[in-house]
């Protein structure tokens, strides 16, 4: 894409996308390879202002997560109130319109990230954009987090030699009833936002304009549950979520637990990418209303109503207290088979299959089924895959396998981040 396009779109579009004209009311293969050609010309590697902000930072004062960075937001951002996640195979026969595919992403991501005014058009023309958020897109911190599946990597597209090395498509655990029609996909595109209204409109607009490019595969939606009283979010079963994490102020713990990095045995083109999984678990709720609440809590190895662990007895213990093992090497207080406990054993044999980031969310798909359909998303980025496999492969002999149910998800590469406005997702693994 030249400059002179580019500065023309930016001024079409007030908060800096694509415009819809060019791709919105027509399917996404209308159009030249040429376009194509002309829209992968300039740096790979983003500029000084590109690099200075970080793309899990919040923008101070305003509504908006920066889109460009080294990494991609929405892994080490805070996590948003709501999620959308879509798992897509692509349909395009050759590489460069796979390449259009990410560009046509990028721009639509980089617009409804930062908000702005759709371009008008007549009233007797097709809506430039859905209108669900009102005339002027307020962005309430969405962000749009795109990852690869191992299938995108087979004969089609020619990237079958450039797969990150530990991605492979998601097969079964133990106890796992995995539905195929539920799990795995070409390409993951995550929608986080303050706001229900914000991942829709951003999911309708991202699917209106790759129409013929890429087809729906599944989607889970979530929900993260407010504190109650305070500290840690609650899931279904009533137990405090997510505690165990990286320190994301740390960068040097984010760095060694979550970020690909350069001189590794992946491929160049990954560093600043991530290991994304998305696990879909049902949740057993009417069985989980009738187990003691002593027996839910060594099942967790936590305590149910402050989150603290098992020794912790006040009420208002702290759910940020570490777990302790080394005194209690039989489990009599925080049993062996706990899920928290077989999560990370805190032995030197587990130490490095013990740390990802953790970012999961809630679902509820109940409406108009003879039972309640309800389960946690859980979502987790790590540096490599084989942490998280190693993991939950403990977790296969854990307490809490009669009262869940994994029935889908996948492994996906979240790629690096967008560096500036002449880049675009995937452009180290085209070029």
Known sequence: MTEERRLAQDEEWSGGGCP???????????????GVAGAVGGSVLGGEASRAEAAGARRAGTNTIPFFGHHQAGIATPPQQDAIFVS???????????????VTLTERARFLTSGGTPPAVSANAAPSDSGILGPRIQANHLTVTVGAGASLFDGRYGLSGRKPVQLITMRPFR????????????????LCADHRDNTVHALIDLLTHTKGAMKLRWRIDGQRNPPRPDGVRR??????????????????????????????DEPAWAAGGTYHVVRIVHFQVEAWQKVPVAQQERIFGRRKASGAPMYAVSANASDLLDPVYTNDPQGLITPLNSHIRLANPQTPE???????????????????????????????????????????????????????????GGYFFALPGVRDKNDYYARGLLA
Not at 235 to 262: C, E, M, R, S, Y
Request: contains cysteine; aromatic residues 8%; negative net charge.
């Open 175 to 190: 106890h796992d009833d995995l539905d195929p029609a539920l799990s795995n996909g070409d390409l993951l595109i995550q």
């Open 350 to 408: 587990t130490a490095s299959t013990s740390s990802i980031l953790r970012r999961s969310y809630d679902y509820d798909r109940s409406p108009n089924v003879p039972e309640l359909d309800m389960g946690h998303a859980f979502v987790c980025f790590q540096r490599e895959l084989d942490t998280y496999i190693a993991m939950q492969t403990r977790l296969e002999t854990e307490a809490l396998v009669p009262y869940i149910s994994p029935r889908g």
């Open 88 to 102: 897509c195979d692509v349909t395009v026969s050759n590489r460069a319109e796979l390449t259009k595919l990410f």
């Open 20 to 34: 819809a004209g060019s791709l919105g009311r027509r399917s996404f293969l209308h159009g030249t390879a040429a």
């Open 235 to 264: 899931d279904w079963f009533g137990f405090k979520d997510g505690i165990a994490n990286p320190d994301l102020n740390d960068t040097a713990q984010v760095n060694q637990v979550v970020w690909t990095q350069p001189g590794t």
